[in-house]
Structure formats: structure tokens, C-alpha cells
């Protein structure tokens, strides 16, 4: 199966000379997992992933997380 997974986070980021400064990130990841795949799998995935952005920040602002499994339909049959 398919699962599209894009993460994002904005936040304020110290920058000599400037009185704000933010800073904004976006990741966007494509996996091609088996037809196995616990949910538990999944969440593993979507947590590093938000790590991976969170890691960035001292305290993000927002952080949001959006995914999508995509499957498509051949002869009658769903591909996963």
C-alpha cells in the first residue's frame, strides 16, 4: 500500500538583528509499505516524522501532520 505523509511546522526563531523571526518547514513523504502494515507501524512512522520537524524548533507553534493511503482499482480488483 501507498501512504502519502506531509508534515508541517511553523515557528519564531532567533535571528541576530531582528526584533521576529519565523520560520516554517514542510516535509513530504511517499511509502510504499506491504499489505501487512500494522497501524501501529503507521503511527511509528508518522511520529519520527514528526520528530524530525519538532526537532527543528525550541517550541513550534503549530505542528500538523495530514496523510493519505492511496489505492487504485485494476480489473475489478483494489491494488494496495
Known amino acids: ?3 502519502e505523509i506531509e508534515v508541517r511546522a511553523f515557528g519564531k526563531q532567533e ?3 531582528t526584533a521576529e523571526a519565523f520560520k ?5 513523504r511517499v ?4 499489505g501487512d502494515t500494522t497501524l501501529a507501524q503507521v503511527q511509528a512512522i508518522l511520529a519520527a516524522l514528526f520528530h ?7 517550541n513550534p507553534e ?6 493519505r493511503f492511496a ?3 485494476k480489473m475489478a ?3 494496495f
Not at 52 to 58: D, H, L, P
Not at 62 to 67: E, V
Request: aromatic share 6%; charged share 30%; net charge neutral.
Open 71 to 73: 489505492q487504485r482499482k
Open 77 to 79: 480488483k483494489l491494488d
Open 31 to 34: 511509502h510504499e509499505l506491504p
Open 1 to 3: 500500500m501507498k501512504i
Open 62 to 67: 503549530q505542528c500538523w501532520l495530514k496523510s
Open 15 to 17: 535571528v541576530q538583528g
Open 52 to 58: 524530525e520537524v519538532e526537532s527543528g524548533y525550541a
Open 24 to 28: 516554517s518547514t514542510e516535509l513530504m
